[in-house]
């Protein structure tokens, strides 16, 4: 398949474009992969296409009325049900991990789907964009690893809502650290007073 892209900080790849000869569109994501399916969904409802959603992830979906979302532990049943119940001619399109995308295309398979029925587009990467709402700057983070941001060295704690707005996610000051940031600021001031 395609390399991997980054996840979260942009438009992960853009689809080429909605099966034209398909009867109904299947969108399965991680809730991660799906601003990768954002425009082909809207596109499908836009021209009133017969489609269905399901969203794997802790990220409600306010635009889509029609997701199905899901956690992970339902995860497995809730897309075999949604292929299940996918017309014969149905295109199925999938945004996640490569373990993700690899799950559903089995899944896809064992009931029936031919790989040219399902088109994948791979969130790799771990970086996410965070904004900082203390110095107002945005920098890509590791998703694994603890936030602090590169401008003012705040620790921030991410919320998980991303921000269409700011094309970004959005940090606050991780409640826990901020009487040990006064107190390097304190010793910062001392220190300078002291010099
Ligand atoms: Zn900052």
Known sequence: MQA???????PVQIPAGLESQAKHHLFICQSGGLRALDSLI??????????????VGEDTVPSIESACCCCE?????????????????TAVYVAGTPAFRDAVQNQARTLGFTDEQVHAYVTGS???????????????????????CSNCKRPLSVRERYSRY?????GIQA???VSEMNAVHRSRKAAYHDG
């Not at 809207?42 to 969203?55: D, M, Q, T």
């Not at 771990?126 to 602090?148: G, I, K, M, P, S």
């Open 4 to 10: 991997a892209a980054v996840l979260n900080q942009g």
């Open 42 to 55: 809207a596109k499908a409802r836009g021209e009133a296409l017969s489609h269905a959603v399901v969203v």
């Open 73 to 89: 532990e339902q995860a497995a049943s809730e897309i075999s049900a949604a292929l299940v119940q996918a017309p014969l001619e």
């Open 126 to 148: 771990v970086l996410r964009r965070v904004f900082c709402t203390h110095c107002y700057t945005t920098h890509e983070y590791d998703r694994n690893q603890r936030v602090v």
């Open 166 to 170: 700011l094309g970004a996610y959005v």
């Open 175 to 177: 409640k826990q650290q």
